[in-house]
């Protein structure tokens, strides 16, 4: 294969992409190459630019009125908050464990 | 009003974790983002599966767009388009009760020119022209319907090999009429 003829199978395995025609396997190789390959990313971005005008005539529907809320919920406050949660119970733990620890201590020394 | 400025400053604030930016990019394009996703997968659970995805990825991912090359409502729609072909393909039925929570439709208010006009960006539409009527359909149920190589061999009564072929030729022909 030339150069040329190599260039321009890219360009048409490059356009099956975008168009989502590739099969999964075909489509993680394919992935891969764009990783690595700069043309690719070129070809791909020429044929999105194109085919995107075939959704100009989808209109608009707007989302539950929720969901937005909930996107927030999930992007901002639960990022960190799984964590401290974990973080404080696990602290409150040991802290219930040493006031017992001292408390059996307390008593022996009691006994004592 | 929407223009390419404007979403391209608010993706470069949200690349940079700006939350009110976030917001506003999603007042802005959601509605279509959620057409497409909706076109694609005919579904509401599973068009508003992809929709929390993409947005999630423009959220993460918000810093690649001035790489890739591409406008920033391409961009959006791009992923858009991609989350709702995964979905279809893989046929993930796992939504989550919050992304169903208040299936209640609200009217957004949509700034006209937010849609790519096709007068602006012909130039595929021109070309397409040049093909038979059928085989440029082909392209639009491919991109937009999200029908796979099957698909298409199913709904023009054709073999796969020769649906590939077809589509083959004709990116060809497509390619040079848009002088690449």
């Given at each position: 294969m030339t150069q040329s003829e190599a260039k321009n199978t890219d360009k048409i395995l490059a356009g099956e992409y975008v168009l989502g025609l590739l099969s999964i396997e075909e489509n993680t190789q394919f992935e891969a190459r764009l990783e690595t390959e700069p043309h690719l990313r070129r070809y791909c971005a020429d044929w999105l630019e194109d085919f995107v005008?075939?959704?100009?005539?989808?209109g608009e529907v707007a989302p539950p009125a929720g969901f937005y809320a909930g996107l927030e919920k999930r992007l901002f406050d639960t990022q960190q908050a799984p964590e401290l949660a974990a973080k404080s119970g696990s602290l409150i733990r040991f802290v219930l464990g040493a006031v017992v620890a001292m408390g059996i201590c307390v008593l022996i020394l009691v006994a004592l | 009003m929407a223009k390419t400025e404007e979403l391209e400053r608010l993706l470069t604030q949200v690349a940079a974790g700006d939350r009110d930016a976030f917001g506003d990019l999603y007042a802005l394009t959601s509605g279509k983002l959620f057409g497409v996703c909706l076109r694609i997968l005919a579904s509401r659970p599973k068009a508003q599966a992809a929709l929390w995805s993409t947005f999630v990825e423009i959220w993460q991912d918000a810093k690649s767009v001035p790489t890739s090359g591409l406008r920033p409502m391409t961009w959006m729609i791009h992923v858009a388009h991609q989350k709702s072909m995964q979905r279809l393909r893989?046929?993930?039925?796992?939504?989550?009760p919050e992304m169903l929570a208040d299936e209640a439709q609200t009217k957004g208010e949509w700034p006209e020119d937010l849609v790519l006009k096709p007068s602006e960006y012909g130039q595929l539409i021109k070309c397409m022209e040049v093909l038979p009527w059928e085989r440029s359909a082909v392209f639009r149920l491919a991109f937009?319907?999200?029908?796979t190589y099957p698909d298409l061999a199913a709904h023009f009564d054709l073999p796969v090999d020769t649906m590939r072929t077809w589509v083959r030729q004709d990116l060809q022909i497509l390619s040079e009429c848009l002088e690449r």
């Open positions: 005008t075939l959704t100009d005539d989808i | 893989l046929d993930l039925a796992d939504v989550s937009v319907e999200g029908e």
